[in-house]
T-cell receptor, first 113, second 109 residues
Framework: DGGITQSPKYLFRKEGQNVTLSCEQNLNHDAMYWYRQDPGQGLRLIYYSQIVNDFQKGDIAEGYSVSREKKESFPLTVTSAQKNPTAFYLC????????????FGPGTRLTVT | GIQVEQSPPDLILQEGANSTLRCNFSDSVNNLQWFHQNPWGQLINLFYIPSGTKQNGRLSATTVATERYSLLYISSSQTTDSGVYFCAVEKTSYDKVIFGPGTSLSVIP
């Protein structure tokens, strides 16, 4: 089946620890995206990548880091520098010139205490 | 950057009722999309509609690009329509997609 997978679905961490969220796609899409969603809010773009080994900051990149070593994978690390990391994180992918046709993974709900 | 507004922010409907959701945007856009986020968080593409009208079953959408708004119509609503509806715009291809704040819909039996 083609699609986007995110793991795990729920993640719990202690404050001060870095944590990496996984995102994999087998849609052969060039572009991948990470969004953050807080309760009752819309989606805010953290990072995006339009090609392997390249990525750009979105609107709220501080405290996050990404890598894009393979076309299929775009992991997001939430570092201890992120002041309010508890949120729902969504990964998406699209063809590079068709960002409007983004397909989303099921999301990871991160809770940091 | 482009500002995207959605109205109403919250909506409660009796099953079987019709509704209209609105998306306003502050600048011309190349692309516009409507999404539904179900109560479990999954986002599903509903329509890609930079202009004109499209229909898919009980849902239809109209975008009037010259007046910078789009409407999503839900007819004969069902409880499975509950969730949050987002519109998202893109000024040009290769630009970032900007999401609106969403309309939270609850359909009660």
């Amino acid at each position: 089946d083609g699609g986007i997978t995110q793991s795990p679905k729920y993640l719990f961490r202690k404050e001060g620890q870095n944590v990496t969220l996984s995102c994999e796609q087998n849609l052969n899409h060039d572009a991948m995206y990470w969004y953050r969603q807080d309760p009752g809010q819309g989606l805010r773009l953290i990072y995006y990548s339009q090609i392997v080994n390249d990525f750009q900051k979105g609107d709220i990149a501080e405290g996050y880091s990404v890598s894009r070593e393979k076309k299929e994978s775009f992991p997001l690390t939430v570092t201890s520098a992120q002041k309010n990391p508890t949120a729902f994180y969504l990964c998406a992918s699209s063809n590079a010139d068709r960002a409007h046709e983004q397909y989303f993974g099921p999301g990871t709900r991160l809770t940091v205490t | 950057g482009i500002q995207v507004e959605q109205s109403p922010p919250d909506l409660i409907l009796q099953e079987g009722a019709n509704s209209t959701l609105r998306c306003n945007f502050s600048d011309s856009v190349n692309n516009l999309q409507w999404f539904h986020q179900n109560p479990w968080g999954q986002l599903i593409n509903l329509f890609y509609i930079p202009s004109g009208t499209k229909q898919n079953g009980r849902l239809s959408a109209t975008t009037v690009a010259t007046e910078r708004y789009s409407l999503l119509y839900i007819s004969s609503s069902q409880t499975t329509d509950s969730g949050v509806y987002f519109c998202a715009v893109e000024k040009t291809s290769y630009d970032k997609v900007i999401f609106g704040p969403g309309t939270s819909l609850s359909v009660i039996p």
